[in-house]
């Protein structure tokens, strides 16, 4: 069992826990990441590491609630434990040699693309972040993207906060005016990895995207995280939990990725609110 040793709401919707899991933390690295089971008869869902603490013991996990397994999970408090918690998992994300790069985040993809801009600034590296969000309401992580970037551009949709606007306005003007980054590294939502690769194309800027489809085992047993590459003209299957999750985001057939992504939404929705519904019952 594993205990959470701190809780954390970061918005309405994205929680952060801190769990004691020692072995893990001793070894995970950025871009990795865990699966962890609620309970006994609980589904097993993988979540990217977006810290850890070695001296303590601790792992900390970043999350949006929007099924019936984070649902659950946000009702766990500080004390309380964890059925499994497994891992570091999939291939930490390549950062040597990079002097210059970009990390562009979306949502809650933020929290998984904070410790490799902390990674690279520890470096030495030159790090320029664009966060975004759709609105205020939902902004997280704002302090810590300023203290591990030299420049920081905070996007949202609504204008509510920041910068006007989705995130490949900034790096497309950024690209424009010369700038040379080594790298993109991307995290967010399918479609926004897609715009930032389609965004930096034209430059020759090489694009790392951090995959996250559907997973079970996460050892390439089950398959049910498979994606297309293109590759020199070849459509080859891979999965993002070991061969992943990052990928060369110019390689990643997007379309077929979203669509797979979506096929299990409305059973997704229907867990969510039978355990909604469960909750209240029992508070009842």
Do not use: W
């Amino acid at each position: 069992m594993y205990q959470i040793k701190k809780k954390k709401i970061l918005n309405p919707t994205v929680v952060e826990l801190h769990v004691e899991a020692p072995l893990v933390a001793n070894k995970a690295r950025p871009g990795q990441f865990i699966i962890l089971r609620v309970d006994e008869d609980g589904e097993r869902i993988p979540l990217t590491v977006a810290g850890t603490d070695k001296e303590k013991g601790t792992v900390k996990i970043i999350y949006q609630i929007v099924g019936a397994t984070t649902k659950k999970l946000s009702a766990k408090e500080e004390g309380d434990t964890l059925q499994d918690f497994v891992g570091p998992l999939g291939v930490p994300t390549h950062l040597d040699g990079l002097q210059n790069v970009c990390i562009v985040g979306g949502g809650v993809g933020c929290a998984i693309a904070l410790p490799i801009a902390e990674a690279l600034h520890e470096m030495g590296a030159r790090v320029t972040s664009i966060i975004g969000f759709r609105s205020r309401d939902l902004l997280i992580l704002e302090d810590e993207f300023r203290a591990a970037s030299c420049t920081l551009r905070v996007m949202t949709d609504d204008g509510s906060y920041g910068e006007k606007g989705n995130v490949t306005l900034p790096l497309k003007e950024m690209l424009e005016g010369g700038e040379r980054f080594d790298a993109v590294i991307t995290i967010g939502p399918l479609v926004m990895m897609k715009f930032v690769t389609l965004t930096a194309k034209p430059y020759g800027v090489p694009v790392t995207v951090s995959m996250n489809p559907i997973m079970i085992d996460g050892t390439g047993m089950c398959g049910g995280c498979r994606l297309t590459l293109n590759v020199d003209g070849k459509k080859i299957t891979k999965f993002a939990c070991v061969d992943g999750p990052d990928f060369n985001g110019y390689e990643v057939d997007f379309d077929e990725a979203m669509a797979r992504g979506r096929m299990y939404g409305a059973f997704e929705r229907h867990a969510y609110e039978e355990t909604c519904n469960l909750y209240k019952k029992e508070v009842q």
